[in-house]
C-alpha cells in the first residue's frame, strides 16, 4: 500500500470515528469533543494502535496527521475570534487579567511544591510549575460553543484569561531561561517584551485600518471564493508572524485574525466556508490525534503517584487560582468557578515548556511522562466539568454589539 493510501486509509478511520463517537457523546449529555477526545485514545498506541498496523508503518504518516492537526487548531481559534468582537473582550478586560494572574501563580505555587514533594531541585520544580501554568484554551473554547456560551460574560473573560495567560506563561518560561542559562540578562527579556509588543500593535493596527479595505476589494474581484481565500491567507500569516515575530503560540495569531474579520461585513462570507472546512476535516483530526499521540504504556510504573500530584496541582491551580482572581475582578461566585473550571485544560504550550526542559537536561523523563499525562487527563476532564459547571444556569444570550458606521 502505497503512502497516500495509507493516508487516505486512516483519514477515514479517523473521521468516521470521530464523529461516531461525537454523536455517541451528544447523546449521552456530554459535549462531542470528549468523544473524540476519548476515541483517540482508544485508536493510538495506548490500545489499538493504529499508527503502527502493518498496513499503516509509513513513519512520516504520523507527521502528517500532526501538522493537520496543528491547522485544526488553528481553524478552531479563528472560529472562536471570528464570533467575538474586541469590545466584547475589552468589557471584561480587569476580570481576564485577574484571572490570568491568579491561575497562573497558584500553578507555579503548587507545581514547585509537588516537585520538591519528590525530591527535584528547585530548578526542576519551578519548571514544573511553569510548564503548568499555560492554559490551552482551544478544549473550552470548542465546548463552550457547543453550549451556546461562548459570547456570555463567562465566555469573553475565558478566552481575554486564556490570551494573556499564553503571554504571561511564555514570558515567565523565557526569564527562567534568561536566568538559567546566564544568556541575555534584562537586555534579553526587553527583548522579548518588545517583539510581543511589536506583534500585537502590529498586527492590531492592521486589522483594524488595513484589513476591511482589502476585504472589500478580494470581494469586488472576479475570484472563486475569493474572500476565503483570503481569510484563510491572512489567519496563517497571523499565526506564523505569532510565533517568529511574537514568540507567542500561532493560536494567538489566528484568534486575533478572527477578531479583526469580525468587525467586517465580509464575515457572513467567511464564517460558513472556515467552519464547514474547520469542523468537517480539520477539528476532528485535532481532537483525534490528542489521544493518538499518546501512549500510556510508556508511562513508568513509578510516575503513577507522581502524575495524581501533579494532576491535582493542575487542576486546583487553575479551577481555584483563576476563579479567586476572577472573584476579585468582579465576577459572581458561581460565573468564578466556571471560569476557572474552563482554565484547567493544558496543551501543545505546556508540552513546548516541558520539551524544552527535558532537552535541557533540567526535568528527568519521570518528570515529562507525568506531564504528557496531566495534559492527556486535563484535557479529557475539562469538558464534562464545564457542561457540569454550566447545568444549573440557563445559557445567557449572545452579546450584541452595535456595529459603527465606520466598520461597514
Not at 174 to 202: C, D, E, K, P, Q
Request: aromatic fraction near 6%; hydrophobic fraction near 55%; charged fraction near 10%.
Amino acid at each position: 500500500m502505497t503512502p497516500f493510501l495509507q493516508l487516505a486509509f486512516e483519514l477515514v478511520i479517523i473521521l468516521l470515528a470521530a464523529k461516531a463517537a461525537g454523536y455517541i457523546s451528544t447523546r449521552l449529555g456530554q459535549p462531542s469533543v470528549l468523544g473524540e477526545l476519548i476515541i483517540g485514545v482508544l485508536l493510538g498506541p495506548s490500545l489499538i494502535d493504529i499508527l503502527h498496523l502493518p498496513f499503516t508503518n509509513n513513519p512520516s504518516l504520523g507527521t502528517t496527521l500532526s501538522e493537520l492537526s496543528e491547522l485544526g487548531v488553528l481553524l478552531l481559534m479563528f472560529i472562536a475570534g471570528l464570533e467575538l468582537h474586541l469590545r466584547e473582550l475589552a468589557t471584561h478586560r480587569r476580570v481576564s487579567l485577574l484571572a490570568s494572574l491568579g491561575g497562573l501563580l497558584l500553578s507555579i505555587g503548587l507545581g514547585l511544591g509537588a516537585g520538591r514533594i519528590f525530591g527535584m531541585s528547585n530548578t526542576a520544580a519551578l519548571l514544573l510549575g511553569l510548564a503548568l501554568a499555560a492554559t490551552s484554551v482551544s478544549i473550552s473554547a470548542r465546548t463552550l460553543m457547543e453550549l451556546g456560551l461562548l459570547r456570555s460574560r463567562v465566555g469573553l473573560s475565558l478566552l481575554g484569561a486564556a490570551v494573556v495567560d499564553d503571554i504571561l506563561s511564555i514570558l515567565a518560561f523565557s526569564i527562567f531561561l534568561a536566568i538559567y542559562s546566564g544568556n541575555g540578562g534584562i537586555a534579553g527579556l526587553a527583548w522579548i517584551v518588545l517583539r510581543m509588543f511589536l506583534f500585537l500593535s502590529i498586527a492590531t493596527a492592521f486589522g483594524l485600518w488595513g484589513l476591511p479595505p482589502l476585504a472589500r476589494w478580494v470581494e469586488r474581484l472576479s475570484i472563486s471564493q475569493g474572500v476565503l481565500v483570503f481569510a484563510i491567507i491572512v489567519l496563517l500569516v497571523y499565526g506564523l508572524a505569532a510565533e517568529l515575530v511574537g514568540q507567542m503560540a500561532a493560536i494567538i495569531g489566528t484568534f486575533l485574525a478572527g477578531l479583526m474579520f469580525a468587525r467586517t461585513p465580509e464575515k457572513s462570507i467567511i464564517e460558513p466556508g472556515i467552519t464547514a472546512l474547520a469542523y468537517g476535516f480539520f477539528v476532528p483530526i485535532f481532537f483525534i490525534n490528542i489521544g493518538l499521540s499518546v501512549n500510556l504504556r510508556e508511562l513508568q510504573p513509578g510516575a503513577i503517584w507522581l502524575i495524581l500530584l501533579v494532576a491535582m496541582a493542575a487542576i486546583l491551580g487553575k479551577l481555584l487560582g483563576a476563579a479567586g482572581g476572577a472573584r476579585l475582578g468582579g465576577l459572581p461566585g458561581n460565573e468564578s468557578i466556571q471560569l476557572g473550571t474552563g482554565m484547567v485544560a493544558r496543551g501543545e504550550v505546556t508540552l513546548i515548556i516541558a520539551a524544552m526542559g527535558s532537552q535541557a537536561g533540567l526535568m528527568d523523563s519521570l518528570a515529562f511522562s507525568s506531564i504528557v499525562a496531566v495534559v492527556l487527563l486535563s484535557t479529557l476532564i475539562t469538558p464534562p466539568l464545564l457542561r457540569f459547571a454550566f447545568s444549573h444556569l440557563k445559557p445567557h444570550p449572545p452579546v450584541l454589539i452595535t456595529r459603527e458606521k465606520s466598520e461597514k
